[in-house]
Nanobody, 125 residues
Framework: QVQLVESGGGLVQAGGSLSLSCAASGRTFSSNTMGWFRQSPVKEREFVAAISWNGGTTYYTDSVKGRFTISRDNTKNTLYLQMNSLIPNDTAVYYC??????????????????WGQGTQVTVSS
């Protein structure tokens, strides 16, 4: 079993920054690909970023490339998402997730088997 708890969301003006964290406990965090997804009232849950088990490879959806940075600290069992140059379209509930089965399909929601409860990010114009 894996437990994931996100934190760091909030309200920020366009152009501002927020840093999200995801604390993991339970099964081996350091072996798993980790991802961030987001969901707004008008969109399905969508992929934002993912990171390989050792942090050596990262993936981003096109809309956040150059603005968001995903990272992890396996000694602290924590996943991060640094979000800069935020825009109103980034407003959503952000979820962290882990692929404990090693599916390798980092882009798809179905690849992830454990999810956090989400943290709200609101960007005002």
């Amino acid at each position: 079993q894996v437990q994931l708890v996100e934190s760091g969301g909030g309200l920020v003006q366009a152009g501002g920054s927020l840093s999200l964290s995801c604390a993991a406990s339970g099964r081996t965090f350091s072996s798993n690909t980790m991802g961030w997804f987001r969901q707004s009232p008008v969109k399905e849950r969508e992929f934002v970023a993912a990171i390989s088990w050792n942090g050596g490879t990262t993936y981003y959806t096109d809309s956040v490339k150059g603005r968001f940075t995903i990272s992890r600290d396996n000694t602290k069992n924590t996943l991060y998402l640094q979000m800069n140059s935020l825009i109103p379209n980034d407003t959503a509930v952000y979820y962290c997730a882990t692929d404990s089965r090693g599916s390798g399909s980092y882009y798809y929601r179905e690849a992830y088997d454990y999810w956090g409860q989400g943290t709200q990010v609101t960007v005002s114009s």
